[in-house]
Every structure is written in structure tokens, then in C-alpha cells.
């Protein structure tokens, strides 16, 4: 069974930072990319940012240029820094893995349960 583990979430005021983590854990082959989504009130999830198991990074346009994906392979884990918090940016943020669980080239996504981040005026 694998399951991924958000933390970090918390209240904070607007301008300051926080960092997301999440870690893998379970019976599985490899984790290819893993990524970081986000879901306000009312509206669709979206991505905020991707990263691929060899580093290579993605960042959607809502929060580029304030966010900065990471992950420590080794320890089956995702980080997400954001700087700059807004408002806007209050949501429940999800990190999700693209994982194979054996040596088949099958890969499955599987999702966090949620962090919440609520950004204060």
C-alpha cells in the first residue's frame, strides 16, 4: 500500500514564506515525476508545480517566480518553498507521485490527502 504525506501546512500572514512536504512510504519499484497541486474554495485543482525524477522542474503561472520545487529521492520526498504568500493563495495543497510498483513500466498516480495553507491580509 503507498501512501503520500503532506505537512507544513499552517496560517500565515501574507508575504511570509512556508515550506510543504511530502514523503512516499509503502512497497513500490520507483517514483518517476511528483508534484505539487493546489484547490481554493470553489475552484478547480491546479497544478502549481512538477518535478521529474531527475530533477527537471515545471512551474504553472499562478505562482512562478514565488514557489521552488525540490525532492530528496533518497528519502522518497517532495518539498515545495513559497515565499511571497498571498491571499489568493489560501487552498488545500496536494502532492501527488507517479510511482511503478514493480518492474513492469506501469506507473499509477496517487494523491496526498491534503495540506491547508491559509495566507492572512
Known amino acids: 500500500q503507498v501512501q503520500l504525506v503532506e505537512s507544513g501546512g499552517g496560517l500565515v500572514q501574507a508575504g511570509e514564506s512556508l515550506r510543504l512536504s511530502c514523503a512516499a512510504s509503502g512497497r513500490f519499484w520507483s517514483i518517476n515525476s511528483m508534484a505539487w497541486y493546489r484547490q481554493a474554495p470553489g475552484k478547480q485543482r491546479e497544478l502549481v508545480a512538477r518535478?521529474?525524477?531527475?530533477?527537471?522542474?515545471y512551474y504553472a503561472d499562478s505562482m512562478k517566480g514565488r514557489v521552488d520545487i525540490s525532492r530528496d529521492n533518497a528519502k522518497n520526498t517532495v518539498y515545495l518553498q513559497m515565499t511571497s504568500l498571498k491571499p489568493e493563495d489560501t487552498a488545500v495543497y496536494y502532492c501527488n507521485a507517479d510511482i511503478r510498483l514493480d518492474r513492469l513500466p506501469n506507473e499509477y498516480r496517487y494523491w496526498g490527502q491534503g495540506t491547508q495553507v491559509t495566507v492572512s491580509s
Open positions: 518535478i521529474s525524477s531527475g530533477g527537471s522542474t
